[in-house]
């Protein structure tokens, strides 16, 4: 990823919460923030259906939330009835969100022509699907390819292959590994344990992962971290390449840690 290509994302998604605003009324756009909700709470209660004390509980949860919208109360008595009102109430936005997906991804296409996957595994003609994983936003833990359109990102999954698991903070450029990825490092590198094999895969059956939240009263705001999935089994493996070490200059900023026996974190060079 380059800076124009992360830059004209983030023109992309202003462009889109400004129409979002423009089109739309607050009860839309509270509604379809709760359509997000609602996908998290279903993913990560897993297959099994959560309790009803657990659902009645998410129920006055939402209607909490809708509180100044007592026309949405009438009726429904069970979670998922009012769930199919907010998700009605919410298509005209679900719509301009749908719109910016599809620009999205033919502008990262153009971009970037391929999204990335990271693996440690060697002698791959595709990539398998995950089991059962939550994206980045927990909004699906269905089967699903996951890649990545940014470069960066794709250097830190680079290290997320060897570590097992990974968490970000991109606003403070932290990252946390589970396990210490790296064997050493110099003044421009950091070598990893073992080279990990860049895969890139091609678009078409790709989506990009989005969130919507409501960042404060009356303030939405599209969240896209430059993550994409493909709801199959595999993925054929367009062309590949060998990543030995991760460029710090690319990097600049990045902080890594890993937790120590007592949990506790600590900092990685």
């Known amino acids: 990823m380059n800076n124009t290509y992360e830059t004209e994302c983030e023109h992309l998604k202003k462009k889109y919460e400004s129409l979002l605003l423009q089109k739309t009324d607050k009860m839309t756009l509270k509604c379809l923030v709760l359509t997000y909700c609602y996908r998290r709470f279903l993913a990560e209660s897993g297959p099994n259906r959560p309790p009803h004390t657990v659902r009645k509980q998410k129920r006055e949860e939402i209607l909490a939330y809708l509180s100044d919208f007592t026309e949405l109360e009438k009726g429904p008595t069970e979670i998922e009835e009012l769930m199919d009102r907010v998700t009605e109430e919410a298509a005209e936005a679900a719509e301009i969100l749908n719109c910016f997906q599809k620009e999205l991804k033919a502008y990262s296409q153009s971009a970037t022509g391929y999204l990335y996957h990271v693996t440690a595994l060697e002698n791959l003609t595709a990539v398998a699907s995950s089991r059962q994983c939550l994206n980045m936003y927990h909004t699906s833990s269905d089967n699903a390819v996951f890649a990545t359109s940014s470069r960066l990102h ?15 903070l991109s606003s403070q450029r932290i990252c946390i590994y589970k396990n210490n990825p790296f064997q050493y490092e110099t ?3 950091w070598y990893l344990r073992h080279p990990v094999r860049i895969c890139m895969l091609n678009y078409d059956d790709f989506i990009p992962v989005v969130d919507f939240i409501e960042t404060s009263p009356g303030n939405f705001r599209i969240c896209f971290e430059y993550e994409w999935t493909a709801f199959k089994e595999e993925e054929q493996i367009t062309a590949a390449e060998t990543l030995e070490a991760l460029n710090k200059k690319l990097l600049s900023g990045y902080q890594f840690y890993t937790p120590d026996p007592h949990g506790l974190l600590k900092r990685i060079g």
């Open 154 to 168: 794709m250097l830190l999954y680079a290290g997320r292959a060897l570590a097992e698991d990974m968490q970000t």
């Open 187 to 189: 003044e421009d590198l």
